[in-house]
């Protein structure tokens, strides 16, 4: 899965479809790689200024993935901003082009990055990407497929209740166990803990209202829609830790 899901220097393996099934419930695992990745080169930044250090993990990042959900990303936002029926939406998200919709969603994207990456705890960009492998498995398991056949399907068809549980779980046990990490001397850990678990609720909530919007709109979902709850559910944890750690009941404690 790490050959599959990132452009990391890992051994490649050649895709097959019986591997692939074997290999969805190890894709929030994949998120731990590359959240340790993240983790590794905030400290090696960290003489650098904040806004230079937040580009470079937004590189990094992009790196890693290759924009492997970057794609599905735009791709979606194309089809389900174009105001056309659902048959004409599912054409516009299998076209290689990319349209207006698509390049707003890659600029918002970047600039989220570019400003977040500057207030995020380290601790925060470890459980970052987790959240967004686990999104596509907890997507799969509320809505069918929304074309014939495709790559997505194989997720949608195979998801099962063990899957679904550690893309739900493993996010919180990562929340509480950086909760702990980044308590200091001044900071309870559960005041941390509680953020980073509060957050990475939303999040999942987030992938679950998104899910339901998107099958609403293409009568299912695909593996753009995958590609766009790996992205949003990741956008909506920073936002919500950023916000949280800057609401004012946290300096009562």
């Not at 299912?220 to 766009?228: A, E, K, L, P």
Request: aromatic share 14%; charged share 15%.
């Amino acid at each position: 899965m790490l050959s599959f899901f990132t452009r990391l220097p890992v051994p490649y393996v050649e895709y097959e479809e019986k591997l692939y099934i074997k290999g969805i419930k190890t894709i929030p695992f994949v998120g731990i790689v590359l959240g340790l990745i993240l983790y590794l080169v905030s400290f090696l930044t960290f003489w650098l200024d904040p806004e230079v250090s937040a580009v470079v993990l937004l590189m990094t990042y992009i790196f890693m993935t290759g924009g492997l959900h970057l794609d599905g990303l735009a791709d979606t936002c194309d089809g389900v901003f174009s105001g056309r029926e659902r048959e004409r939406m599912l054409e516009i998200m299998k076209d290689s082009r990319i349209g207006s919709f698509g390049v707003l969603a890659m600029l918002f994207f970047f600039i989220f990055y570019a400003v977040m990456y500057q207030f995020l705890p380290r601790e925060a960009l470890l459980i970052l990407p987790v959240i967004g492998k686990s999104a596509p498995l907890i997507s799969a398991s509320l809505a069918d497929y929304a074309r014939p056949s495709g790559m997505g399907q194989l997720l949608v068809d195979n998801i099962k209740a063990p899957e679904v549980t550690v893309a739900v779980v493993l996010p919180l046990v990562l929340a509480v166990g950086m909760g702990v990490v980044s308590s200091g001397i001044w900071t309870p850990t559960w005041a941390w803990t509680v953020i980073y678990i509060i957050a990475a609720v939303i999040a999942e909530l987030s992938v679950v209202a998104l899910t339901k919007w998107l099958a609403k709109k293409l009568g299912g979902i695909t593996g753009d829609t995958h590609g766009m709850v790996c992205e949003v559910s990741q956008m909506v944890f920073a936002f919500c830790v950023y916000a949280l750690t800057k609401s004012p009941i946290w300096y009562l404690f």
